[in-house]
C-alpha cells in the first residue's frame, strides 16, 4: 500500500508500507552486518598519537587562531565596518566603533577604528566567513598550530584586542621581509 506524505520543502514523496518478512522483522542479517564492522575495525591499525610528544599534520585548509592584522607602517587595518559580525553564523564578534583622534593617526588607518574588538571563542565556529567579508583584510584565521584553548572560566574564552591584534614586531617584520625580497 502507497502513502502519498509531503515533506517541510512542499515536495511529495510516495512511502510504501511493506509488511516486513520474519528475517527482517527478527534484525539478525542487520545484527550480524553491525558485528562485521566492529569486527573489521577491531583488528586494523589504531590512528592515536600520543599528542603532547608527537602533533598530528594540520590540514591545508586549517583554520586556527583569529587575528587582527596591522598594515606595513604598524597600523590596525580594522575600520569597524561591522561586516564581520554581520556574516558571522554564529554571532561571535562584537565591536564598538569610535572616531579617531588626531593624535592616534599614527594607530589607526582610516577615520573610524574597532574601540572594541571582541571574539567569543566558544561560540565561534571556525568558518571563516568573517575573513571572506572583511574589505580591508583586517582579520584573518591563522595557521597557528595551537590546538586546543584550555581554561577555566567563560570570561577567559572573551578574546578581545589584547590578544586578537598582530603584534607590533610580527608586522615589522613582515615589512621587513617584503622590501628584502
Same mark, same amino acid.
Given at each position: @500500500? ?14 510504501? $508500507? &511493506?509488511e516486513m518478512t520474519f528475517i ?15 569486527l573489521k575495525h577491531l583488528f ?13 599534520? @594540520? ?7 583569529? @587575528? ?26 562584537? @565591536? ?7 593624535? =592616534?593617526?599614527?594607530?589607526?588607518? =582610516? =577615520? ?13 565556529i571556525f568558518c571563516g566567513l ?12 591563522? &595557521? ?18 589584547? &590578544? ?9 617584520? $613582515?615589512?621587513?621581509? $617584503?622590501?628584502? $625580497?
Amino acid at each position: @500500500m502507497a502513502v502519498e506524505q509531503i515533506s517541510l520543502s512542499g515536495r511529495k514523496k510516495v512511502v510504501s $508500507n &511493506k509488511e516486513m518478512t520474519f528475517i527482517e522483522k527478527i534484525y539478525l542479517l542487520t545484527i550480524l552486518k553491525g558485528l562485521w564492522i566492529t569486527l573489521k575495525h577491531l583488528f586494523r591499525r589504531k590512528v592515536t598519537i600520543k599528542y603532547p610528544e608527537e602533533i598530528r599534520e @594540520m590540514s591545508p585548509v586549517y583554520r586556527g587562531q583569529h @587575528m587582527l592584522m596591522r598594515d606595513d607602517e604598524g597600523r590596525e587595518r580594522c575600520t569597524a565596518c561591522g561586516l564581520c559580525a554581520l556574516s558571522c553564523p554564529a554571532e561571535a564578534i562584537t @565591536m564598538k566603533a569610535e572616531e579617531r583622534k588626531p593624535e =592616534e593617526k599614527h594607530l589607526y588607518r =582610516e =577615520e573610524k577604528y574597532a574601540s572594541i574588538y571582541e571574539i567569543n571563542m566558544l561560540r565561534c565556529i571556525f568558518c571563516g566567513l568573517c575573513e571572506e567579508a572583511c574589505p580591508k583584510e583586517a582579520i584573518f584565521l591563522t &595557521k597557528s598550530k595551537k590546538i586546543a584553548n584550555a581554561d577555566y572560566s567563560r570570561e577567559d574564552f572573551i578574546f578581545g584586542k589584547d &590578544k586578537l591584534v598582530m603584534p607590533l614586531e610580527m608586522a615589522i617584520n $613582515n615589512t621587513k621581509s $617584503n622590501t628584502a $625580497n
